[in-house]
């Protein structure tokens, strides 16, 4: 009997020890600001979207907003944004819908990096159009085509949208490690990814995480692979992506509208004679898009070519090629009305 009352106050004792040391661990790390994260910027599941308080691990999607929340995060590089109860960055949207809809479907630039709220190209538009026109931004950070298409068919066909803006094309081309394209990755079962959102959300685990990953992993310049780079999404898969939504929007009886994703111009925001390869693989994915409008009788608006008359639509280009300013949200808002008008659609 004493025998089992001691082995009963050992296992209690074990309990609480390890309790005190977990909560002790998540104090000292919290307030230390521990950086916890192992940034890989080649890998498609991207630990650099990884920030708990930012995403969710998904098994569909690899990673989705996490709801209901106003968020600051570094991830954001110190920006706030509010993100609504369905996950996206936009206002509260009803399942009935009292007026037509436009959805924006897309990455970083849609999603409106760096960008108020109010001054999104979404939010500008629909004051363009007079507020005729509800438009959701479905816009994810990260986001490529293949995220976009599977997202669209599986969440955004329920808001019945009347209209589809596409804009894919810089996360497409960006390089996976390992040579896992995202139409490769193989995620682990809900079960799994359910706990990986709890204990990402413990400091103790994501340092433990951190030191672990940083003992065994490769170089991160070592994953990628510069003699036969695989990108994330490939030219040819990128344009069946962009295909089956157009195709999706259709049979759901809405109308797609794809839009070049713009850089900036060598000639405007570079030194005289700068080349870049950047820019030259950019421009095979916007002549895609071109492709598939051309082809396929889809609106297009190319932003890409238009973008290439201004000189003052980036605030960096050095810097940041990707995001385009508050004049850019302006310039492609009034491109889209602009299209929408002329198609007599509006």
Request: aromatic share 14%; with cysteine.
């Amino acid at each position: 009997m004493a025998s089992n009352i001691s082995t009963a106050k050992k296992v209690i004792f074990s309990i609480l020890a390890f309790v005190f040391f977990v909560t002790t661990s998540e104090l000292i790390l919290s307030i230390g600001d521990f950086d916890s994260y192992v940034q890989n910027r080649f890998f498609v599941v991207n630990r650099a979207l990884d920030y708990p308080e930012v995403f969710l691990r998904d098994k569909k999607l690899f990673w989705k907003l996490k709801p209901d929340q106003t968020v600051t995060s570094n991830f954001f590089q110190g920006h706030t944004y509010r993100i609504n109860s369905a996950g996206r960055r936009d206002k509260e949207i009803s399942m009935d819908k009292s007026k037509p809809r436009i959805i924006a479907l897309g990455n970083s630039c849609t999603f409106g990096w760096g960008i108020d709220f109010g001054l999104i190209y979404t939010q500008i538009l629909e004051q363009i159009l007079d507020k005729h026109y509800e438009i959701i931004n479905a816009g994810v950070p990260g986001y490529s085509s293949f995220q976009g298409q599977v997202y669209f068919k599986s969440e955004l066909v329920k808001l019945k949208p009347d209209y589809v803006l596409i804009l894919f094309g810089w996360n497409d081309h960006w390089a996976a490690a390992n040579g896992i394209a995202d139409k490769a990755q193989q995620l682990p079962s809900e079960f799994v990814i359910s706990i990986q959102n709890i204990l990402s959300n413990f400091h103790l685990y994501r340092a433990i995480k951190k030191v672990l990953l940083s003992n065994i992993e490769s170089d991160l310049e070592s994953l990628f692979d510069r003699q036969d780079p695989v990108y994330r999404v490939s030219l040819a898969d990128f344009e069946k992506n962009i295909k089956s939504i157009c195709q999706a929007a259709r049979n759901y009886q809405a109308i797609p509208l794809l839009i070049t994703a713009p850089i900036p111009s060598l000639e405007n925001y570079y030194s005289p004679g700068s080349r870049s390869w950047l820019h030259r693989y950019h421009e095979y994915y916007n002549q895609t898009i071109r492709k598939i409008a051309r082809q396929d009788s889809v609106l297009l608006v190319d932003a890409a070519l238009e973008f290439d008359k201004y000189a003052n639509l980036y605030d960096d280009a050095s810097l940041d090629p990707i995001h385009f300013n508050i004049k850019g949200h302006q310039i492609l808002a009034e491109l889209i009305a602009a299209q929408i008008a002329a198609s007599n659609l509006y």
